[in-house]
T-cell receptor, first 118, second 114 residues
Framework: NAGVTQTPKFQVLKTGQSMTLQCAQD?????MSWYRQDPGMGLRLIHY???????DQGEVPNGYNVSRSTTEDFPLRLLSAAPSQTSVYFC?????????????????FGEGSWLTVV | AQSVTQLDSHVSVSEGTPVLLRCNYS??????LFWYVQHPNKGLQLLLK??????LVKGINGFEAEFKKSETSFHLTKPSAHMSDAAEYFC????????????FGSGTRLSIRP
């Protein structure tokens, strides 16, 4: 039972570089999302997806891109890394009912990806 | 619209004394509420969840929370703190709506004094 798997766990980037954070889940969850965690700010939603081929912006989407070509995978792309994107990133997934609602369903998180942009 | 407010950014208690972490929510629809715990440099672990069944919810490691609709609160409690409880705690809300977003509180850091 792998659950939600994030890679890499640690990464150092130079300003302007691009990279992709990988997220995969093996629970057949339709709902997946990406968060960033910064001190004193809790977790803020970057992008989310309610199913393959469907993505939407969260609270802080600028500088990030996502796609959902399969149910299992939800990669997060940093297009041109900036020091302000230094953060801890979490991927999450949940079973959704009625095609959309995740109400009441447990949210599963990856172990996190620590990203530093210098 | 949904929102979650954790009323204390930091709580410090002595080992063996009760723990109270406060959470208030706002939701246009019937909410589902969760508490997650995050130990240093680790991911998030589910402590407990409320989904419109019993209003007093028991979780892992001796934690429990009570859903109070009249007060729009979902406070987390534990009768006796243990050193291993030192961590960051997040209150989370989702609701039965098409928005399908997960809203986090800003977190409460729990410190345990020997």
């Amino acid at each position: 039972n792998a659950g939600v798997t994030q890679t890499p766990k640690f990464q150092v980037l130079k300003t302007g570089q691009s990279m992709t954070l990988q997220c995969a889940q093996d629970m057949n969850h339709e709902y997946m999302s990406w968060y960033r965690q910064d001190p004193g700010m809790g977790l803020r939603l970057i992008h989310y997806s309610v199913g393959a081929g469907i993505t939407d912006q969260g609270e802080v989407p600028n500088g990030y891109n996502v796609s959902r070509s399969t149910t299992e995978d939800f990669p997060l792309r940093l297009l041109s890394a900036a020091p302000s994107q230094t953060s801890v990133y979490f991927c999450a997934s949940s079973y959704s009912t009625f095609g959309v609602s995740i109400s009441g369903n447990t949210i599963y998180f990856g172990e996190g990806s620590w990203l530093t942009v210098v | 619209a949904q929102s979650v407010t954790q009323l204390d950014s930091h709580v410090s208690v002595s080992e063996g004394t009760p723990v109270l972490l406060r959470c208030n929510y706002s939701s246009s629809y019937s909410p589902s509420l969760f508490w997650y715990v995050q130990h240093p440099n680790k991911g998030l672990q589910l402590l407990l969840k409320y989904t419109s069944a019993a209003t007093l919810v028991k979780g892992i490691n001796g934690f429990e929370a009570e859903f109070k609709k009249s007060e729009t609160s979902f406070h987390l409690t534990k009768p006796s703190a243990h050193m291993s409880d030192a961590a960051e705690y997040f209150c989370v809300v989702t609701s039965y709506s098409s928005a399908s977003k997960i809203i986090f509180g800003s977190g409460t850091r729990l410190s345990i004094r020997p």
